[in-house]
């Protein structure tokens, strides 16, 4: 380099070059020279930077010993370049990078140092580092197994706290192919193999006991693949959970169909053993007369010995029957430390409890302290409510089947009376009204008017109870003659209900108005004959009121039952008779045009057989009785 | 009395175990026209002695229809009918079966036993006495009965 000293260009160039220069002298490492920007970057006046020794303004840590070692390398080797970090003037830290040459500026030899502000750099340059460090931090601890593999096929990276769970240090997969560390998983080889051939493919992958879900993400450069990525997530205890509700959804389809409380008590407690890793489970059935649970069913390697029969009875005054009385799911710590157990000889210590309503109670326990977690309980608990709502069912349809029982045998009862009041009871009745026809037709010349009156009350007695035998018959005919019910069309029975009344319509200058009818499953017959019942009423009560009869029929379909309507302009029904009138032989003044009192109660007997349900509502414009019959299913169309 | 039947009396036999139907009977045949002899048994048993001519019935004479009823001690009309149905000498009897009962499986019964008509008795007197005069005027005369 040419003497700074001579040429006003150069001494021009120094004095207004950006970058700060420092001349020092190569023997002392005192400073010679300095341009105004080295001057401005050091806080230094320049007059007094002269003579000033490097080491007054390196870094912190560097001592002027360090200074003299890096100037001598210069010197010796001609160049020099260290990257500082120093406070400026205003006491704000700024990375230079130092370039120290040796010079020989008149005939002495000096070390020019370049100084070059590389504090932008170094803050990008730090921040990147900080960004990696934190990703590797983020990433080294995320649940989740995170791996690179490079077209060939090998690790180029693993790492993630998931590692943990497969005994596997992060980076311990780093340079081994993937076909020989899953050798023996050759969905995972065949998984990887895909996604090397370019294709994103997501699966879940057993390993061992483990169960992952794992994502093979496959990179291109320029349209070649440069890397596969892959996050694995270790889904073994979701899965378990999965198949626990799995296996309760499955105890819950088959409660369904549960046809005793032992048959529950089975499945409940086969259900409860299964999805918890607890080796017994007990089911209990309350007996409300004696105050005491029997058990009625268990499950587990620990009952197979003794079996439900080997459990004791839960009676008053012990603990789990205090527990089943609260009504509350209760965990017992250690049953051993019960003061008042109902099992004296088990090895039992966590139980929980589960009352099941007013039915029993349910109790899962292991011969170990084990406490229950949330998860557990929360199944356990749905599992009790399913148990209890199936033997509310259990309960319903057994007393449904007694009810039936009951039934089949009033209905035989009826029958049988049936026969004795077409048979046995008319034969006397006949005997009364024959006779005093004989008595009338041979001896009446010989009778005074007040005999003949006596004869005609007898007979019309006779008469009157003819006509309550015949009703009774018909009654019972509801059962006896009934048919199979059949899809029907009710717009042709109310057709052929109103031909058959038509002399009667006519006479009383009837009008009836039938609307639309949707198809209903019954028995044809029966159906003409609620509607002939109901329609002779509106007829008879409208006529007698003297008003002409105005009848409105129609049927609407709701919740698979058609509900009938059938309304008229006649006199209603008398207050609080709304519900008598259907009853056998109960007039009570009211809307029944059979004579005897029976029409209403054919009709509430054929409806109820239907299982539809018949009322009747009255106001001042007339009365309307409403009948339910089942819809015909879809598709069955009337024959 | 038929034109066309020789003029004896034609013989009935009622089975009958209540008095005021065998006397209801006896008066609606009385009313009637057709000249007959009313022979009277009380139960199946007696019924079947009557046709077969045994014991105190041995000098009977064969009936020319035989009115029954079905509720009868001892063996009852529907076993009457079943017994003389499934006797070639007895079967060709005009049997009518004359009940209070109008239960539909005792009518069913009756004609699967072969019965030839079944009716149900009427109420009052007047209608006994149509139904035994239509009876009367049906079987007694309308009909050709087998020979004796």
């Known amino acids: 380099m040419a003497s700074t000293g001579e040429s006003p260009l150069y001494r021009d160039i120094f004095e207004v070059a950006p970058d700060p220069i420092v001349v020092h002298d190569a023997d002392t490492g005192a400073v010679v020279n300095s341009n105004p920007a080295a001057a401005e970057l050091l806080g230094f006046d320049r007059a007094e930077l002269v003579g000033t020794h490097v080491g007054a303004f390196s870094p912190p840590g560097y001592t002027t010993e360090d200074a003299n070692e890096l100037i001598r390398a210069a010197v010796s080797s001609g160049s020099k370049t260290v990257e500082w970090a120093i406070r400026d003037a205003d006491g704000d830290k700024r990375w230079v990078e130092v370039t120290l040459k040796r010079a020989e500026i008149d005939d002495r030899t000096r070390v020019v140092a370049f100084f070059h502000e590389i504090t932008d750099r170094k803050d990008r340059e730090q921040a990147r580092l900080e960004r990696n460090e934190q990703l590797t931090t983020l990433i080294d601890n995320l649940p989740v197994v995170v791996f690179t593999i490079d077209p060939d096929g090998v690790f180029t990276h693993s790492a993630g706290k998931g590692l943990e769970s497969l005994g596997l240090e992060p980076g311990e997969l780093e340079g081994v192919p993937v076909f020989e560390a899953y050798a023996d998983y050759p969905h995972i080889v065949d998984a990887a193999e895909t996604a090397l051939n370019g294709d994103e493919v997501r699966v879940t992958q057993e390993v061992g006991e483990l169960v992952f879900e794992t994502w093979y993400r496959p990179l291109f450069d320029d349209g070649e693949l440069s890397q596969v990525v892959g996050v694995s997530r270790d889904i073994t205890d979701l899965k378990r959970r999965e198949e626990r509700v799995e296996a309760l959804s499955d105890a819950t389809n088959e409660l369904l169909y549960s046809r005793s409380e032992e048959a529950v008590a089975e499945t409940v407690t086969g259900i409860a053993q299964r999805i918890l890793d607890r ?42 029957h205090r527990i089943f009385h609260s009504g509350d799911p209760t965990v017992v710590e250690d049953y051993q430390e019960l003061a008042n157990p109902s099992a004296t000889e088990t090895q039992l210590r966590t139980l929980l409890c589960l009352p099941l309503d007013e039915h029993g109670m349910l109790c899962i326990g292991s011969t170990a302290i084990a406490p229950f977690d949330s998860d557990e309980r929360f199944l356990l608990e749905i599992l009790a409510s399913t148990a209890a709502a199936a033997l509310d069912r259990v309960e319903r349809e057994t007393k449904l089947k007694a009810k039936q029982a009951e039934l089949e045998r009033s209905n035989e009862a009826l029958q049988q009376f049936a026969y004795i009041a077409s048979h046995d009871l008319q034969e006397p009745l006949r005997m009364v009204s024959s006779y005093v026809d004989l008595l009338d037709s041979e001896y009446g010349d010989e009778l005074d008017e007040e005999a003949a009156e006596y004869m005609a009350y007898a007979v019309d007695g006779a008469n009157r109870m003819q006509e309550m035998v015949d009703a009774l018959l018909r009654y019972s005919r509801v059962e006896t003659q009934a048919r199979e019910f059949e899809p029907t069309d009710p717009g042709a029975v109310v057709s052929e209900t109103l031909d058959a009344l038509r002399m009667r319509l006519d006479e009383v200058g009837a009008t009836v108005s039938a609307g639309s009818f949707p198809a209903v499953r019954a028995d044809p017959n029966q159906l003409g ?80 057989r239907h299982d539809g349900r018949i009322w009747a509502e009255s106001d001042e414009t007339g009365a309307t009785f409403r009948f339910t019959l089942p819809a015909a299913p879809e598709g069955e169309t009337d024959e | 009395m038929s034109e066309t039947e020789t003029s004896r009396a034609v013989e009935i036999l009622l089975a009958e175990d209540n008095p005021g139907d065998v006397k209801l009977t006896e008066k609606a045949l009385e009313k009637g026209n057709v000249l007959n002899n009313l022979h009277v048994v009380n139960d199946g048993v007696e019924a079947m002695a009557f046709l077969r001519q045994e014991g105190e019935y041995d000098s009977a004479p064969r009936p020319d229809l035989l009115l029954l009823d079905l509720n009868m001690p001892r063996m009852d009309g529907q076993e009457v009918l079943a017994e003389m149905k499934s006797d070639e000498d007895l079967r060709r009897i005009p049997v009518v079966v004359l009940t209070s009962s109008a239960a539909e499986e005792d009518i069913v019964e009756s004609y699967d036993h072969h019965a030839n008509a079944y009716l149900t008795k009427p109420v009052d007197f007047d209608g006994f006495v149509d139904i035994v005069g239509s009876i009367e005027e049906f079987w007694l005369s309308v009909v050709k009965r087998p020979p004796r």
């Open chain 1, 279 to 320: 080796p017994l489970a007990a089911m209990w059935s309350y007996d409300g007369s004696e105050d005491t649970l029997y058990p009625i069913g268990a499950a587990g390697p620990a009952t197979d010995a003794d079996g439900p029969a080997g459990l004791s009875p839960i009676g008053p005054g012990t603990d789990e």
């Open chain 1, 529 to 608: 004959q609620v509607l002939q019942n109901l329609l002779e009423n509106a007829i008879q009560y409208a006529d007698e009121a003297g008003v002409e009869p105005r009848i409105d029929i129609d049927a609407t379909e709701a919740d698979g039952m058609v509900e009938f309507r059938v309304s008229d302009n006649g006199p209603g029904i008398p207050d609080g008779k709304a519900e008598d009138i259907f009853e056998i032989f109960k007039r009570g003044g009211a809307h029944d045009a059979d004579g005897t009192g029976i029409g209403l109660a054919v009709c509430q007997r054929i409806v109820q």
